[in-house]
């Protein structure tokens, strides 16, 4: 059974995932959330973790008049982790996007540790590419970029994303992957839905951001992120449609 | 473990850095190394930079060197040490987990500084724009790449650069002192870590990020103006 661990503002270390043995993910969930153009970080509010039963667990967290969320990260599966958001806005501004911005980080999982993005995939279309075979757009974090995704609005047009100033002209679907260094596992981040993905070569993290859509003042919406830990090759993965 | 810092400098003469990627070679780069011709994007149109003579360190900072800034009072032992002291076996390789700002101290504290990113294209490719330090062509036993951790620096002979330069194509990737704003820095070189060959190209820039970060693949060299 895959095992959580809170860490303060690093959020959850995620171990005794069975098709990485050893291997000990971190878990940043969330990294931002809120309204769109105003995102609280998750330096700033710290998420308060209990454990109803041993295979979930939940974390709220308090912005009192900006907002208030509820996540549960679902470890029932052996190889999925569910995580589901209520995010309520308490604020007197009616949000034209909401969103979670989550970071699954592997560096501390060496099957699957790749600052190359040798072994990052994406989908365009429906269709799995290489994110190396993607368009990017330089910035003064060349590590870093952003991508749009399909039926969210264009990552251009979110202040969150925008502060990044790394947003290509691309449309992707929700989800970004890393197989293993002998292709035989799969790490995957599906946003239900997506707002944007992100990636990271510092730590060789993956993010699949969660979209509320528009929220008004005093109204919750939900929205989710599937993390996939699994032992098969990702074209197995995609062809068993698990996402 | 020696009690005084010894630095080993290279000097490099006045001349013309050739940084960056020409504009004209991204996309014969792209269908070499399997990327999108944008993944280049961080290093064109490349530039000519004219230099005064300078030296630079041979080798990154090692452990044991970094042992002695600790010793002196002026640097923290990165915390993998466990100790005041590196693991034995580990001492004569190159020190990480360290930022930009650490390397800055230790710099400052040597009487030195770090290189611009520009004085550290020129230590590798000399008066051409050679890909890799030793020429155009990958070389695997150039470089020490796609491995479970540092090697002794200066263990690659085979990847001098024309001045004689060692390890700038892998081991530890290297904080420079060019900063495109307060917060990033930029790092040259590729690692221990580094899996593909593109990555460790004299020009490549895509590891750099926050200059606050301590990471088991980053490390740095020193120079200093004459």
């Known amino acids: 059974m895959m095992k959580l661990e809170p860490a303060g503002t690093m959020s959850a270390w995620l171990s005794e995932v069975p098709a990485f043995p050893g291997a000990r993910f971190s878990l940043a969930f969330p990294e931002a959330i809120g309204d769109a153009a105003a995102a609280v970080w998750y330096t700033t509010l710290v998420p308060e973790w209990e454990q109803p039963d041993a295979r979930l667990w939940q974390a709220t967290g308090r912005r009192p008049g900006e907002l208030a969320y509820r996540m549960t990260v679902d470890l029932s599966g052996d190889d999925a982790v569910v995580v589901s958001y209520t995010l309520t806005n308490e604020s007197d501004r009616p949000w034209r996007h909401a969103l979670a911005f989550n970071c699954l980080a592997c560096g501390d999982a060496w099957d699957v540790r790749d600052h190359d993005c040798e072994r990052h995939w994406t989908g365009i279309a429906g269709e799995p590419v290489p994110l190396l075979s993607v368009p990017r757009r330089h910035s003064t974090r060349p590590a870093v970029q952003l991508y749009s995704t399909a039926g969210a609005p264009p990552a251009t047009d979110l202040p969150f994303v925008a502060g990044f100033r790394a947003t290509p002209d691309v449309v992707l679907d929700p989800w970004l992957a890393v197989q293993s260094r002998d292709g035989t596992r799969t790490v995957a981040t599906v946003g239900r839905p997506a707002a944007f993905l992100f990636h990271n070569r510092e730590y060789s993290c993956i993010h699949a951001a969660s979209a509320f859509g528009p929220i008004a003042p005093g109204e919750s919406a939900t929205a989710g992120n599937d993390l996939f830990f699994l032992d098969a090759p990702l074209a197995a993965a995609l062809k068993e449609r698990r996402w | 473990m020696p009690s005084k810092l010894e630095l080993d400098l290279v000097r490099i003469p006045p001349g013309t850095a050739r940084t960056g990627t020409l504009s004209t070679q991204v996309d014969e780069l792209a269908e070499r190394f399997g990327l999108h011709p944008s993944w280049f994007d961080g290093e064109v149109p490349g530039a000519r930079v004219e230099l005064p003579g300078y030296d630079i360190g041979r080798t990154p900072v090692t452990n044991e060197q970094w042992a002695c800034f600790v010793a002196d009072g002026g640097g923290e032992a990165p915390g993998w040490w466990q100790g005041s002291a590196p693991p034995p076996d580990l001492a004569d390789h190159p020190v990480t987990h360290v930022s930009l700002h650490?390397?800055?101290?230790?710099?400052?504290?040597?009487?030195?500084?770090?290189?611009?990113?520009?004085?550290?294209?020129?230590?590798?490719?000399?008066?051409?724009?050679?890909?890799?330090?030793?020429?155009?062509?990958?070389?695997?036993?150039?470089?020490?790449?796609?491995?479970?951790?540092?090697?002794?620096?200066?263990?690659?002979?085979?990847?001098?650069?024309?001045?004689?330069?060692?390890?700038?194509?892998?081991?530890?990737?290297?904080?420079?002192?060019?900063?495109?704003?307060?917060?990033?820095?930029?790092?040259?070189?590729?690692?221990?870590?580094?899996?593909?060959?593109?990555?460790?190209?004299?020009?490549?820039?895509?590891?750099?990020?926050?200059?606050?970060?301590?990471?088991?693949?980053?490390?740095?060299?020193?120079?200093?103006?004459?």
């Open chain 2, 102 to 226: 650490d390397a800055h101290a230790f710099a400052a504290w040597a009487g030195v500084r770090l290189p611009s990113a520009a004085e550290w294209e020129r230590a590798a490719r000399g008066d051409d724009r050679r890909l890799f330090p030793w020429g155009d062509e990958f070389a695997p036993s150039s470089a020490h790449y796609g491995a479970l951790g540092t090697a002794p620096a200066g263990s690659r002979p085979a990847g001098a650069s024309p001045f004689g330069v060692l390890d700038l194509s892998g081991n530890v990737a290297e904080w420079t002192a060019d900063q495109p704003d307060p917060a990033t820095a930029i790092v040259k070189g590729g690692s221990w870590l580094t899996t593909a060959p593109v990555n460790l190209r004299v020009a490549a820039v895509g590891q750099s990020g926050w200059a606050l970060n301590r990471t088991d693949y980053i490390g740095f060299r020193v120079a200093r103006s004459s």
